[in-house]
């Protein structure tokens, strides 16, 4: 399943935007919601078709995954992975992931 990757500033535009992929995931619409407020943090989005499907928080100043919400119709098909390798791409590093994520496998 080939997908782009674009930056979006955090605004409350982008809450709403991002409203489909996290329609299934409300712990993470309020923490898009808390990073809009706290102005911290950059959010990807993977586009596929069109539409975004996948959403990700990367810490503020470090190629460092915050949290990552794909969303269930396009889950298991390696989007997630695929977002991770081209995010890292237009940041020029290799994201790392939180710890709690080390030695996963999905």
């Known amino acids: 399943m080939p ?3 674009q930056a979006h500033p955090l605004s409350q535009e982008q809450c ?3 409203a489909k992929v996290l329609r299934d995931a409300p712990q ?3 923490k898009l919601a808390d990073a809009v407020t706290e102005g911290q943090g950059r959010l990807f989005a993977a ?3 069109g539409q975004r499907v996948a959403i990700a928080l990367i810490e503020e100043n470090q190629p460092q ?3 990552m919400v794909v969303h269930p119709a396009t889950q298991g098909r390696g989007v997630g992975k695929d977002f991770l390798r ?3 791409q237009q940041l020029g590093e290799t994201l ?3 710890d709690h994520c080390q030695g996963t496998s999905q």
């Open 86 to 88: 081209l995010i890292g």
């Open 65 to 67: 995954l915050a949290w």
């Open 47 to 49: 586009h596929f078709n």
């Open 16 to 18: 709403q935007a991002f």
């Open 96 to 98: 790392a992931l939180p």
């Open 28 to 30: 993470y619409r309020q």
């Open 3 to 5: 997908i782009s990757v």
